[in-house]
């Protein structure tokens, strides 16, 4: 359904230190950089999904409110590395892992990267 995603940054570098090792946690690798852009995909020799860059029109970064993007993990230990990988790299705390009312398997973790982009990890299948 979706082609790729992308999220704003005011510090490329910075958001790079940050998602190289939490994007780890979910297969993904970056595959793409410039000075302007880091691209992720799970598979290094795939298009980038995710994207991280400086905004177009040169004006500061921003999160959107209400904004979020789930990535899908390979179990509940991937999602747990998700968030504490986050915590150690400069990210904030929206939801530690665990069950969600969603689903009777949902678990998610939920997590804003330094920029302030919301982010979140989900298994939703039984353990």
Do not use: C
């Not at 665990?98 to 989900?122: E, M, Q, W």
């Amino acid at each position: 359904m979706l082609l790729y995603v992308t999220v704003g940054t005011n510090n490329l570098e910075r958001a790079i230190e940050f998602y190289d090792p939490v994007l780890s946690t979910l297969g993904y690798v970056r595959v793409k950089t410039s000075e302007d852009e880091a691209g992720y995909a799970v598979n290094a020799n795939s298009a980038a999904e995710f994207w991280v860059l400086y905004p177009y029109d040169k004006q500061e970064a921003s999160a959107g409110n209400g904004s979020m993007i789930a990535f899908a993990a390979a179990d509940r230990a991937a999602v747990s590395a998700f968030h504490a990988k986050a915590m150690l790299y400069g990210g904030h705390d929206e939801g530690a892992p665990g069950l969600r009312r969603y689903t009777p398997h949902f678990f998610a973790a939920y997590i804003r990267d330094p920029d302030g982009n919301k982010l979140s990890a989900v298994f939703d299948q039984p353990e």
